[in-house]
């Protein structure tokens, strides 16, 4: 099973903004759980998506490119996931993901420290 978020029309999105947290079964291409994006309440977004996407017991985190900050990527390491990801925006059924590097970890740490100095959270 793979775990991630996605927007209501089921494309990937960034674990700070997707609507929606799915657990998607790549085998019979199809969506077999959902829920609203429970990180959106939290303070840190990226890290919550992941802990959520553990909690669901997901062989596979997928993230969108810029989800995987340091603290997202040591969660899911530590719960001994596979880590993916692909461009925002990607039809949850027609994925073509790259195995997440440092340097995703890098850009996606970067990205979520612009975000928290920029957004006001509610």
Do not use: W
């Amino acid at each position: 099973m793979i775990c991630t978020t996605v927007d209501k029309e089921m494309r990937v999105q960034v674990f700070s903004k997707g609507e929606l947290m799915i657990l998607y079964d790549p085998d019979k291409k199809e969506v077999v759980y959902k829920e609203d994006n429970v990180a959106l309440k939290s303070k840190a977004r990226r890290p919550e998506a992941t802990k959520e996407c553990v909690k669901l017991k997901a062989d596979t985190i997928l993230g969108a490119h810029g989800s995987f900050c340091f603290p997202s990527y040591m969660i899911g390491k530590k719960a001994g996931k596979r880590l993916i990801y692909t461009d925002v925006g990607t039809p949850i059924f027609d994925l073509k993901p790259k195995e997440v590097t440092l340097s995703e970890v890098l850009y996606s740490s970067f990205v979520a420290m612009k975000e928290r100095a920029t957004e006001h959270h509610t």
